[in-house]
């Protein structure tokens, strides 16, 4: 399920077929079967077609000069008391490719928050159609690998020309009884198909090959799913990080929630992806507009270059006066067809003020989009210089203690293991929790890990880690005398610039916390308050775009019972002025 708050543009799939010659009599045979199911209609020829008082199908062909199709266009607008929906099927058979996309766009009304999943009408046209994504094929279910097939799995994983993720699982050893792991990886199957290539390791020996030709890093154990992204390098250890596993353990666990996670992760690369250009590029004509007065429906149109209609006098003006009954009668007679045909060219009229509103909602959603991309860009360079005048700092820090140990005939000390580096996942954070004396965290588990099925999990997690770390050295440096609060530390020449100040609240507003405030009461030790629980409203700004914005809430009790800090929450954005 996809949450609508920031763009209209629910879901989206791409389907890039091999063969174009019965492209567009498979699309409009799937579709049809999937309105009938829906409405008892299907009303295929081009023009507006109402399905029902809320549904209006609209149709569209573009033509090469020959008169053959280049592209058809199926789009069905449903007005719903709490949005409108519009689903947008468009098929193109060119040069440069064949392919079909399928777009939900929900525009919800004032104040309500409707929730929408992928569209069924995906699932037929990935079965009608046999689509592939560079040398995968799009499927149904899982395509079963044996150890023999593990170099063609290779070679899907790394071909530059997919565009989509790979889905690779490995069944476990030994499967849980209760049958919780097979119905998951059902799941997950079922809701990636066409958004993903889907692969299931047949036994141990095809795991055993495939982590042998991938590498450790990029393997995948029993019980095992791993979602592979594009432009995967398995000679590179640290590219492994990108790509998300699951393992056995989360996917068996009836509490954690990761395996959907996962779904939506592979739903929402489906739908943030670029649209080919070539979809972005065929234009349709208005075939309301081509009719040139002809029937709709059977009855009549006006269309560009026709007649306009002369108005029927007001419904209580007296005929003209005539001794002839059928003069009249015929009188009588076309008045009701030009009431009609005005009747017919206001709903003409509300139907594209209508498509009209939608586009510029659209419209406005996407500028929001691109605002908030570029200004996460340039936050994005900011902490990336940062962290490379840290780098600097720290390696002319290096070479300086180096020197001097080596000057006192010390250099073996100066040898170090290799760092373990940032972590890539929320859960790789909470395995390091252990490594921070000066930090206590009684935060929910399960909030953080749900970060990481967002697209800049990865990055949060390594930021959020960042702060955890500077929030212990300040809780060393507060043992050690440092007097003043987080904020003055990280103001000072012994933090290193470790944590910038810019993205530390040590207060919420008055608003806020009279509104919302029990939000922010979290576990503490009784020691610190006998109820186990603690408002907290200083936290950290783990990122400042979006609308899950990540924050980690703590309590500084250095100078208290604990002598440490207490972080009672790490998760996205809690509700603010802002936010609600």
Same mark, same amino acid.
């Given at each position: 399920?996809?949450?609508?708050?920031?763009?209209?543009?629910?879901?989206?799939?791409?389907?890039?077929?091999?063969?174009?010659?019965?492209?567009?009599?498979?699309?409009?045979?799937?579709?049809?079967?999937?309105? &009938?199911? +829906?409405?008892?209609?299907?009303?295929?020829?081009?023009?507006?077609?109402?399905?029902?008082?809320?549904?209006?199908? #609209?149709?569209?062909?573009?033509?090469?000069?020959?008169?053959?199709?280049?592209?058809?266009?199926?789009?069905?607008?449903?007005?719903?008391?709490?949005?409108?929906?519009?689903?947008?099927?468009?098929?193109?058979? *060119?040069?440069?490719?064949?392919?079909?996309?399928?777009?939900? /766009?929900?525009?919800?009304?004032?104040?309500?928050?409707?929730?929408?999943?992928?569209?069924?009408?995906?699932?037929? !046209?990935?079965?009608?159609?046999?689509?592939?994504?560079?040398?995968?094929?799009?499927?149904?279910?899982?395509?079963?690998?044996?150890?023999?097939?593990?170099?063609?799995?290779?070679?899907? !994983?790394?071909?530059?020309?997919?565009?989509?993720?790979?889905?690779?699982?490995?069944?476990?050893?030994?499967?849980?009884?209760?049958?919780?792991?097979?119905?998951?990886?059902?799941?997950?199957?079922?809701?990636?198909?066409?958004?993903?290539?889907?692969?299931?390791?047949?036994?141990?020996?095809?795991?055993?090959? @495939?982590?042998?030709?991938?590498? /450790?890093?990029?393997?995948?154990?029993?019980?095992?799913?791993? #979602?592979?992204?594009?432009?995967?390098?398995?000679?590179?250890?640290?590219?492994?990080?990108?790509?998300?596993?699951?393992?056995?353990?989360?996917?068996?666990?009836?509490?954690?929630?990761?395996?959907?996670?996962?779904? +939506?992760?592979?739903?929402?690369?489906?739908?943030?992806?670029?649209?080919?250009?070539?979809?972005?590029?065929?234009? @349709?004509?208005?075939?309301?507009?081509?009719?040139?007065?002809?029937?709709?429906?059977?009855?009549?149109?006006?269309?560009?270059?026709?007649?306009?209609? =002369?108005?029927?006098?007001?419904?209580?003006?007296?005929?003209?006066? *005539?001794?002839?009954?059928?003069?009249?009668?015929?009188?009588?007679?076309?008045?009701?067809?030009?009431?009609?045909?005005?009747? %017919?060219?206001?709903?003409?009229?509300?139907?594209?003020?209508?498509?009209?509103?939608?586009?510029?909602?659209?419209?406005?959603?996407?500028?929001?989009?691109?605002?908030?991309?570029?200004?996460?860009?340039?936050?994005?360079?900011?902490?990336?210089?940062?962290?490379?005048?840290?780098?600097?700092?720290?390696?002319?820090?290096?070479?300086? &203690?180096?020197?001097?140990?080596?000057?006192?005939?010390?250099?073996?000390?100066?040898?170090?293991?290799?760092?373990?580096?940032?972590?890539? *996942?929320?859960?790789?954070?909470?395995?390091?929790?252990?490594?921070?004396?000066?930090?206590?965290?009684?935060?929910?588990?399960? %909030?953080?890990?749900?970060?990481?099925?967002?697209?800049?999990?990865?990055?949060?997690?390594?930021?959020?880690?960042?702060?955890?770390?500077?929030?212990?050295?300040?809780? %060393?440096?507060?043992?050690?005398?440092?007097?003043?609060? @987080?904020?003055?530390?990280?103001?000072?020449?012994?933090?290193?610039?470790?944590?910038?100040?810019?993205?530390?609240?040590?207060?919420?507003?008055?608003?806020?916390?009279?509104?919302?405030?029990?939000?922010?009461?979290?576990? =503490?030790?009784?020691?610190?308050?006998?109820?186990?629980?603690?408002?907290?409203?200083?936290? !950290?700004?783990?990122?400042?775009?979006? *609308? #899950?914005?990540?924050?980690?809430?703590?309590?500084?009790?250095?100078?208290?019972?604990?002598?440490? =800090?207490?972080?009672?929450?790490?998760?996205?954005?809690?509700?603010?002025?802002?936010?609600?």
């Amino acid at each position: 399920m996809t949450d609508l708050s920031d763009h209209p543009l629910a879901h989206r799939t791409v389907l890039t077929v091999p063969d174009a010659e019965t492209l567009f009599a498979d699309v409009r045979r799937t579709s049809a079967r999937w309105l &009938l199911g +829906r409405y008892g209609a299907a009303p295929l020829e081009p023009g507006r077609h109402r399905l029902d008082p809320a549904t209006v199908l #609209t149709n569209q062909t573009a033509c090469l000069p020959d008169g053959s199709e280049r592209a058809i266009r199926l789009q069905l607008r449903e007005e719903r008391e709490e949005a409108v929906w519009r689903t947008t099927i468009t098929a193109l058979a *060119s040069e440069d490719m064949a392919a079909v996309s399928v777009g939900l /766009e929900v525009f919800p009304d004032e104040g309500a928050r409707p929730r929408a999943g992928r569209p069924k009408l995906v699932r037929d !046209l990935v079965a009608a159609l046999r689509p592939e994504d560079g040398s995968a094929r799009l499927t149904l279910d899982a395509q079963c690998v044996e150890a023999g097939g593990v170099e063609t799995l290779m070679d899907v !994983l790394c071909d530059p020309e997919r565009r989509l993720p790979v889905v690779v699982a490995a069944d476990p050893v030994r499967p849980p009884v209760d049958g919780l792991w097979s119905e998951r990886l059902e799941r997950i199957v079922r809701q990636a198909a066409g958004a993903a290539s889907l692969y299931r390791l047949a036994d141990l020996e095809a795991v055993d090959a @495939f982590r042998e030709a991938i590498g /450790e890093d990029h393997g995948v154990a029993p019980g095992a799913v791993r #979602t592979y992204l594009t432009d995967v390098d398995p000679a590179w250890g640290k590219d492994a990080s990108r790509h998300r596993l699951l393992t056995a353990a989360r996917m068996c666990d009836a509490e954690d929630r990761a395996w959907f996670g996962m779904v +939506r992760a592979v739903q929402r690369l489906s739908t943030a992806a670029p649209l080919p250009r070539p979809l972005r590029r065929v234009l @349709f004509p208005d075939e309301t507009a081509r009719r040139h007065g002809g029937r709709e429906h059977g009855r009549p149109g006006i269309g560009r270059g026709a007649a306009v209609p =002369v108005l029927p006098p007001p419904p209580d003006t007296p005929p003209p006066s *005539s001794t002839d009954p059928d003069e009249a009668a015929r009188l009588r007679g076309e008045a009701e067809d030009l009431r009609a045909e005005l009747d %017919r060219a206001r709903e003409e009229l509300r139907q594209a003020r209508l498509d009209a509103e939608l586009s510029a909602r659209s419209l406005a959603a996407l500028e929001e989009q691109r605002d908030r991309a570029v200004s996460q860009a340039e936050e994005d360079m900011e902490t990336a210089l940062r962290a490379m005048d840290g780098e600097e700092a720290a390696r002319a820090e290096v070479y300086v &203690l180096r020197e001097r140990l080596c000057g006192e005939g010390r250099y073996e000390e100066t040898v170090v293991k290799e760092a373990a580096g940032a972590p890539d *996942s929320f859960a790789t954070v909470w395995e390091r929790l252990d490594s921070l004396d000066g930090v206590l965290v009684t935060a929910d588990a399960q %909030r953080a890990l749900e970060l990481d099925d967002a697209q800049r999990g990865h990055i949060w997690a390594a930021k959020a880690w960042k702060g955890l770390r500077a929030l212990n050295s300040y809780a %060393r440096a507060a043992k050690d005398g440092f007097k003043g609060g @987080f904020y003055q530390y990280c103001s000072s020449p012994q933090s290193g610039g470790e944590w910038p100040r810019k993205q530390v609240a040590l207060v919420e507003s008055e608003t806020t916390m009279n509104r919302w405030g029990e939000e922010r009461i979290f576990p =503490v030790p009784a020691g610190v308050d006998a109820s186990g629980m603690a408002e907290m409203q200083s936290h !950290l700004k783990i990122d400042s775009k979006g *609308s #899950t914005s990540p924050r980690v809430y703590f309590l500084d009790d250095t100078k208290g019972i604990t002598g440490r =800090v207490i972080v009672g929450y790490i998760g996205a954005h809690l509700t603010n002025t802002r936010t609600n």
